[in-house]
């Protein structure tokens, strides 16, 4: 019974979506404020039936009712029972329905927040975001619906979640990830709803600014789980792959930091107008094209399930109305909202405008690698595939040139500004990042040219910042007063930009320094990686609540004194027979050791076995994690509150239309 | 010239060069970079190229692995029911591998005919085959317990 109520509120959700998508358009065209004021309540109402149907689908997980096809496909009575709410969104089914209870949240939270925007805005935005929900809730309804039944043929027992996703970093890596991909549909609606009014200013760009930081933030913490999941469950030690997958949720990102950018100068100086809302429709297509390529199984991928070519049909139909309509959108009523605003070449506005080139290139060569396996298999060119050599020969260069011209943007002026300043200001961040480069990498490691010239451009960041913020500080009466003018949305700036630095660090150190073996231990062996002594003392079989393992102990001594006990398992899971790797890790702020078990070799109880010395890899996702506290800080910012009072002021606001 | 149409003159200039910059990267780094696949038939027929790194996919034979007592050397054969390959893989196989289950192999091709593997996926759960492996059983007509089609 549960079920069928899920699905019914389920299909009064879609009902309620297309209302949406209609109602308040057609309100905004004919200046009906009655129907344009419908729009927040029926945003509340979708939230409210999304939840129920999810709700319902999560008390079926819980309680077992093998007869729902999902559960029975993707659970087990011995799943332990945080993994069955989680094992909702480990399917196709589910995850389709968390993806529409993630967007219902963003409508709503859009509906309830944004009180203060003129209610034409309004309107247009949350109809927009409500035809987006209609695709997405037709999309599982038709195709892919999550309350079908096994009946009659119920199983007696579930045949178990897959053992990678039994994992606590699998519980919120796919809601933080869909946070940040839906959240870049609002980024969508309001440059869309902006194109509709052909109102596009820095009023516009405030609004929308809040909304993309915090997309931009989930999907940072999102990939970041993604990557730190990888590392430590699958086994092999690698914490980015670029899978197609990956790649999926890396492309918005990227178009996603182009698109915070572009903002920041669409909204302090009323430039790249139209250029912004091109961003933002492109982070929102990528998003969209991610979760094509990751529903229709059109490419080989962990993340893969299987294939079932109408709903690869759907979305490709999605998409291309999505991306089709807001082009042509844009190509009609861009020029209506284009700038005319002169800068000069030394200034923010250039800085940002190589920002912005550089990722929407890093974009294009990524998207460029994912798809060429599809373009040369449509052309009957052979299955082809694009390796990691690829990505890492253009990604690579792309960010090294990013970063030095990034050095200069906190300390540089809108409008106009002088190199021989840039100069004058960055002169010591300069020869302190040089100092750093020459003295760093000699204090505990072999030199290293790479290390070298990644800590060289972290320094020149994050001496970069520091000289600003002594700057903006000193200019105050006192420390404290001075303290206090570093607005959030400075502060923000600041902790995404130390967190880009840590990256650089993070992602080179390890990959420099990383040493990897593979090699034969049996109980009594012992390696030396690096100086830590890994000893393997013994091998003894375990037991878990739905699997049995074999786990080998091993202790870690450095200098004779025992520092870390690590044991890795192999189980095999009792519902699937599924055989997992689960590695064992000795996490530091500086180095990682990781042991993972590969399979038995030979007769006398030898093991193959994966010893890692992992240098700085945690400051890489230290990094992200920095980068979306930053983007979560600027939200603080006073203006966009003040803003929101001074707009209640004025309601209802119409007069603000074409 | 107008001081805007200048800029934007400049603009359009700037982005042609970087994108230029890219797109030779881009050349330069799919060179050698891309693999193409070959079903074992294929191979066996002498079509793929030695020495270049390729992949091959198809079904791992029953009783072909055969690992090394005093290494991680290890040597089994891909089918696709109309031809074999030799693989040797020096390594860890990722946990799905097994005899009779879909893998892709990807590595050199030697003279001798053995593919040295570099990397050995395997599929990473029971209802999902590699579309690789999929299409090699596909054009050699065989399923994937080597029954015909």
Same mark, same amino acid.
Request: charged content about 15%.
């Given at each position: 019974m549960i079920p069928e109520l899920g699905h019914f509120a389920l299909i009064i959700a879609l009902g309620l979506t297309i209302l949406l998508s209609i109602i308040p358009m057609w309100g905004a065209w004919r200046r009906n404020v009655t129907a344009m004021a419908l729009a927040p309540g029926l945003a509340l109402g979708i939230l409210c039936f999304v939840s129920i149907a999810y709700v319902c689908l999560t008390w079926a997980f819980v309680n077992d009712d093998f007869?729902?096809?999902? =559960? !029975?496909?993707?659970?087990? %009575?011995?799943?332990?029972?945080?993994?069955?709410?989680?094992?909702?969104?480990?399917?196709?089914?589910?995850?389709?329905?968390?993806?529409? *209870?993630?967007?219902?949240?963003?409508?709503?939270?859009?509906?309830?927040?944004?009180?203060?925007?003129?209610?034409?805005?309004?309107?247009?935005?949350?109809?927009?975001?409500?035809?987006?929900?209609?695709?997405?809730?037709?999309?599982?309804?038709?195709?892919?619906?999550?309350?079908? $039944?096994?009946? #009659?043929?119920?199983?007696?027992?579930?045949?178990?979640?897959?053992?990678?996703?039994?994992?606590?970093?699998l519980i919120i890596h796919p809601p933080l990830l869909y946070m940040g991909y839906v959240g870049f549909s609002v980024a969508f609606a309001f440059a869309i709803a902006a194109l509709l009014g052909g109102r596009l200013d820095a009023a516009w760009a405030r609004w929308s600014r809040p909304w993309t930081n915090i997309a931009w933030a989930f999907l940072t913490l999102g990939i970041m789980l993604g990557s730190w999941w990888a590392y430590y469950e699958l086994g092999w030690g690698g914490w980015w792959f670029w899978d197609p997958v990956e790649n999926a949720s890396f492309m918005p990102w990227l178009a996603g930091t182009a698109l915070v950018h572009s903002l920041a100068a669409t909204e302090k100086r009323g430039l790249f107008k139209s250029w912004t809302v091109l961003l933002a429709i492109f982070a929102f297509s990528l998003s969209?094209? &991610?979760?094509?390529?990751?529903?229709?199984?059109?490419?080989?991928?962990?993340?893969?399930?299987?294939?079932?070519?109408? $709903?690869?049909?759907?979305?490709?139909?999605?998409?291309?109305?999505?991306?089709?309509?807001?082009?042509?959108?844009?190509?009609?009523?861009?020029?209506?909202?284009?700038?005319?605003?002169?800068?000069?070449?030394?200034?923010?506005?250039?800085?940002?405008?190589?920002?912005?080139?550089?990722?929407?290139?890093?974009?294009?060569?990524?998207?460029?690698?994912?798809?060429?396996?599809?373009?040369?298999?449509? *052309?009957?060119?052979?299955?082809? %595939?694009? &390796?990691?050599?690829?990505?890492? !020969?253009?990604?690579?260069?792309?960010?090294?040139?990013?970063?030095?011209?990034?050095?200069?943007?906190?300390?540089?002026?809108?409008?106009?500004?002088?190199?021989?300043?840039?100069?004058?200001?960055?002169?010591? #961040?300069?020869?302190?990042?040089?100092?750093?480069?020459i003295t760093l990498p000699l204090l505990n490691a072999p030199y290293n040219v790479w290390v070298a010239l990644a800590v060289m451009l972290a320094a020149w960041?994050?001496?970069?910042?520091?000289?600003?913020?002594?700057?903006?500080?000193?200019?105050?009466?006192?420390?404290?007063?001075?303290?206090?003018?570093?607005?959030?949305?400075? *502060?923000?700036?600041?902790?995404? /930009?130390?967190?880009?630095?840590?990256?650089? =660090? &993070?992602?080179?150190?390890?990959?420099?320094?990383?040493?990897?073996?593979?090699?034969?231990?049996?109980?009594?062996?012992?390696?030396?990686?690096?100086?830590?002594?890994?000893?393997?003392?013994?091998?003894?079989?375990?037991?878990?609540?739905?699997?049995?393992?074999?786990?080998?102990?091993?202790?870690?001594?450095?200098?004779?004194?025992?520092?870390?006990?690590?044991?890795?398992?192999?189980?095999?899971?009792?519902?699937?027979?599924? =055989?997992?790797?689960?590695?064992?890790?000795?996490?530091?702020?500086? $180095?990682?050791?990781?042991?993972?078990?590969?399979?038995?070799? &030979?007769?006398?109880?030898?093991?193959?076995?994966?010893?890692?010395?992992?240098?700085?890899?945690?400051?890489?996702?230290?990094?992200?994690?920095?980068?979306?506290?930053?983007?979560?800080?600027?939200?603080?910012?006073?203006?966009?509150? $003040?803003?929101?009072?001074?707009?209640?002021?004025?309601?209802?606001?119409?007069? /603000?239309?074409? | 010239m107008h001081p805007i149409r200048r800029q934007r003159l400049l603009l359009v200039l700037f982005i042609v060069l970087f994108s230029s910059a890219a797109v030779g990267l881009i050349t330069y780094a799919l060179r050698g970079n891309i693999n193409l696949f070959f079903p074992p038939a294929q191979v066996a027929e002498g079509k793929a190229p030695v020495g270049k790194p390729i992949r091959v996919g198809g079904m791992v034979v029953e009783g072909s692995v055969q690992r090394s007592s005093d290494s991680l050397e290890i040597a089994f054969q891909l089918t696709d029911y109309k031809a074999q390959v030799d693989v040797v893989f020096e390594g860890i196989l990722p946990d799905l591998f097994g005899e009779g289950q879909g893998a892709v192999a990807s590595g050199l091709l030697g003279a001798d005919g053995v593919l040295k593997a570099s990397e050995v996926l395997a599929k990473h759960d029971e209802n999902y085959m590699p579309p690789e492996v999929a299409e090699a059983l596909k054009q050699s007509g065989f399923d994937h317990k080597g029954k015909p089609q």
């Open positions: 007869s729902v096809k999902v =559960v !029975a496909a993707n659970s087990n %009575s011995l799943l332990p029972l945080m993994y069955k709410f989680s094992a909702l969104w480990g399917n196709h089914e589910g995850s389709l329905l968390l993806w529409a *209870l993630i967007l219902a949240l963003w409508t709503a939270a859009v509906a309830t927040f944004s009180r203060g925007l003129p209610l034409l805005m309004l309107a247009r935005v949350l109809s927009v975001m409500g035809a987006v929900g209609v695709g997405f809730l037709s999309f599982s309804l038709l195709t892919s619906n999550p309350f079908a $039944r096994l009946l #009659p043929g119920t199983p007696a027992d579930g045949s178990d979640l897959n053992p990678l996703l039994q994992d606590p970093g969209l094209l &991610g979760t094509f390529l990751v529903r229709s199984g059109v490419l080989t991928s962990v993340h893969a399930f299987a294939t079932d070519p109408a $709903r690869g049909l759907y979305i490709l139909v999605f998409l291309a109305l999505v991306v089709g309509g807001s082009l042509t959108l844009y190509a009609l009523r861009a020029p209506a909202v284009s700038s005319r605003v002169h800068f000069e070449w030394v200034s923010r506005e250039s800085l940002l405008l190589f920002n912005n080139v550089v990722f929407l290139v890093a974009t294009l060569t990524v998207l460029f690698g994912t798809l060429f396996p599809l373009i040369m298999d449509a *052309l009957g060119q052979g299955k082809v %595939s694009v &390796g990691p050599p690829y990505f890492n !020969a253009v990604f690579v260069p792309l960010m090294a040139l990013l970063a030095p011209v990034m050095g200069f943007g906190p300390v540089s002026r809108w409008k106009r500004d002088k190199t021989a300043r840039w100069f004058a200001e960055l002169a010591l #961040p300069a020869a302190a990042a040089l100092l750093c480069a960041l994050v001496f970069g910042l520091a000289r600003d913020v002594w700057q903006r500080v000193r200019s105050g009466s006192h420390l404290a007063a001075g303290l206090r003018r570093l607005t959030p949305s400075y *502060l923000g700036m600041l902790l995404a /930009h130390l967190g880009f630095a840590a990256c650089i =660090v &993070g992602v080179v150190a390890t990959s420099q320094y990383a040493l990897e073996h593979d090699l034969k231990m049996q109980p009594g062996d012992a390696k030396v990686v690096a100086g830590y002594e890994f000893r393997f003392v013994e091998l003894v079989p375990v037991r878990g609540p739905n699997f049995v393992a074999d786990e080998a102990r091993f202790e870690v001594y450095r200098d004779g004194a025992l520092i870390s006990r690590l044991a890795p398992q192999k189980r095999r899971y009792l519902a699937s027979g599924q =055989v997992m790797t689960e590695a064992a890790i000795d996490a530091g702020l500086f $180095r990682d050791l990781f042991v993972a078990m590969g399979e038995p070799v &030979g007769e006398q109880g030898a093991w193959a076995m994966r010893l890692h010395y992992k240098p700085m890899i945690r400051w890489m996702w230290l990094g992200a994690i920095l980068m979306a506290v930053g983007a979560f800080t600027t939200v603080l910012d006073r203006r966009y509150r $003040r803003q929101r009072q001074t707009a209640t002021a004025e309601q209802p606001g119409l007069a /603000h239309g074409v | -």
